[in-house]
Nanobody, 125 residues
Framework: QVQLVESGGGLVQAGASLRLSCAGS????????MGWFRQAPGEEREFVAA????????KYAESVKGRFTISRNNAENTVYLQMNSLKSDDTAVYYC??????????????????WGQGTQVTVSS
């Protein structure tokens, strides 16, 4: 069974940092573009960050650029999202996702075939 499992979410104060992890199992994702999305209450799910299978190419939503960093460890089949200078607007459920086919845009939900169950991040102001 192919799974993506997120961890690392929690309740923090504004300005704090969190590191989310996403561990893949059931198959290797070392050759797949990986992404993070988030969904705030009452909002559509939105793109946060993506990383190519080599780790060389990354993309970020404008709202997180300069504060969040996506990285991966292919040997451990894991992708990370380091979140610094958190704001109350970052409060959301964060989802990890993996592409099956290569879509170079990497910012659209429809490009991702595998999804985790999500981890809650709550930032208090």
């Amino acid at each position: 069974q192919v799974q993506l499992v997120e961890s690392g979410g929690g309740l923090v104060q504004a300005g704090a940092s969190l590191r989310l992890s996403c561990a893949g199992s059931g198959r290797t994702f070392s050759r797949n573009t990986m992404g993070w999305f988030r969904q705030a209450p009452g909002e559509e799910r939105e793109f946060v960050a993506a990383i190519s299978w080599t780790g060389v190419v990354t993309k970020y939503a404008e709202s997180v650029k300069g504060r969040f960093t996506i990285s991966r460890n292919n040997a451990e089949n894991t992708v990370y999202l380091q979140m610094n200078s958190l704001k109350s607007d970052d409060t959301a459920v964060y989802y990890c996702a993996a592409q099956e086919r290569l879509y170079t845009t990497a910012t659209l939900e429809g490009e991702y075939a595998y999804w985790g169950q999500g981890t809650q991040v709550t930032v208090s102001s």
